[in-house]
């Protein structure tokens, strides 16, 4: 067997080739919904009092992911979930892209739109939140495989007016787009279109990451007054704006039901990390949104595909995360893929049928937005969770400021302590957690606030002409 430590790097090589088990005719259509800082808890089909119908009939359909891990904050598990590989990698994990930043997902790494149009997908649209670089032509959507993009570059965009920074974040693929009104719904709209413009006989791939329930805390008139019930402010209007979200996912449903292929089109669903703090319901869980506890990043998620075997309103407590999506996916569809670099996911979809199970493999947590001194990191492992704060300046792990052991199988809130009875585990995961720092860029995103001094926002945010040609 081999040592823990070990394993992580060897599941980064494994899984680079997808076995064909269709033909092009028979691949599904994809339908991947993201929420942005809804909690695990946020959701009607676990215990919220928010209204979510749609959300709970995919979930008693498809199979509930109780075990689904993402990054603790936006940029980073978007840029997982487009490359199957840890964000570590390539800079992208340290922090958001903020709307002052020259910084974008590198064009190198192969994202999931390009795999799917080399696999014969010739529609491959999103519609809403990209916060995947925006300030070059290289880093934007319909550069790095997308044939169609509507919605905002940055994150936190005004959801009546759709400014950001003072000016209108809102295109149409490279151009401005012509829609308004409340952002969710121009989502929606939007998804709805593509897939209703798709003909019957040709897979599509629609991305529809949602802005909501992400600040600004704004929502309609109308979905406000379904909770009187709530305090007035943030948590009332939060409730709202899951609800908006919801109603929009139920069009998209409706739509992609209403089609001949529906049977053998998958549908995911997760939120891109932990509610917010005092605002999200993150369950029994420690920690939220911008931590690396569970409250952070273990997350509400779903999938659904009717011809592949995921059905009857299951669940699956197999170890799954955002990396995974990308193989699974490929799997799913029988393309046969050979990565420029390796990736770090594994194909889940015998998991998630319940055929299988995961191969063993460490899990890694990283966080570092705003403070100069310290970073974070997460390590799962079995029932196990290291977490280590340390000197950003330190190349090891030899100065931590702090460092604790949960069994979280048995602590789910991670209040016991175990990192001064346990030797033997934190021994393991800490040497594990060290050779996953090796895969770490020299080259990061800065950190959130710097650079906002001053910083004016291109007018509708088009690239200026000086940009463009880099």
Request: charged share 20%; proline share 7%.
């Amino acid at each position: 067997m081999l040592p823990l430590h070990l394993k992580p790097l060897l599941l980064a090589t494994c899984g680079l080739f997808f076995p064909i088990v269709g033909f092009a005719a028979d691949r599904p259509s994809i339908v991947l919904i993201v929420a942005d800082d809804l909690g695990y808890g946020d959701v009607g089909f676990h215990g919220s009092d928010i209204q979510t119908p749609n959300l709970d009939q995919l979930a008693a359909t498809g199979v509930s992911l109780e075990q689904f891990y993402v990054a603790p904050m936006c940029s980073p598990t978007r840029a997982g979930l487009m490359t199957g590989r840890y964000p570590l990698r390539f800079g992208m994990m340290r922090a958001v892209i903020p709307p002052q930043r020259d910084f974008g997902l590198d064009p190198t790494e192969t994202i999931l739109p390009e795999f799917l149009r080399d696999a014969g997908y010739a529609h491959r649209g999103i519609f809403g939140k990209w916060h995947l670089g925006h300030a070059q032509q290289k880093w934007r959507p319909t550069s790095q495989g997308f044939t169609i993009f509507e919605g905002c570059l940055n994150g936190a965009v005004d959801y009546f007016t759709q400014d950001r920074e003072g000016e209108r974040d809102w295109h149409l693929n490279n151009g401005t787009s012509p829609r308004t009104g409340y952002t969710t719904d121009l989502i929606g709209d939007a998804a709805v279109e593509f897939i209703a413009s798709i003909p019957a006989d040709e897979p599509y791939f629609a991305y529809v990451p949602f802005t909501a329930p992400h600040s600004p805390f704004q929502a309609k008139p109308e979905d406000l007054a379904k909770y009187p019930d709530r305090p007035e402010g943030r948590v009332r209007t939060f409730a709202a704006m899951v609800d908006s979200m919801d109603q929009a996912i139920g069009r998209i449903l409706k739509t992609v039901e209403d089609r001949t292929d529906a049977a053998n089109t998958i549908v995911l669903f997760m939120s891109d990390n932990g509610g917010v703090n005092k605002v999200g319901d993150n369950g029994p869980q420690r920690g939220a949104k911008l931590t690396v506890y569970q409250g952070g990043i273990r997350v509400a998620a779903v999938a659904r595909w009717p011809a592949g075997g995921i059905v009857g309103g299951g669940t699956s407590n197999a170890r799954i995360g955002y990396i995974d999506i990308l193989p699974t996916l490929l799997s799913a569809i029988g393309h046969h893929a050979s990565p420029r670099k390796p990736i770090d996911g594994v194909d889940a979809l015998a998991a998630i049928r319940g055929n299988a199970t995961l191969p063993d493999r460490a899990w890694l947590t990283y966080l570092d937005q705003n403070d100069d001194a310290r970073e974070r990191f997460a390590l799962n492992h079995d029932n196990y969770k290291l977490v280590v704060q340390r000197d950003a300046t330190d190349a090891t792990l030899s100065r931590p400021a702090q460092i604790e052991l949960f069994d979280i199988s048995d602590d789910p809130s991670e209040s016991n302590n175990l990192a001064n009875t346990d030797a033997p585990t934190l021994a393991e995961l800490n040497s594990a957690l060290e050779n996953l720092m090796k895969l770490k860029s020299t080259s990061q995103v800065s950190r959130f606030r710097e650079g906002r001094d001053g910083f004016k926002a291109p007018a509708d945010w088009q690239i200026p002409s000086a940009a463009r040609s880099k």
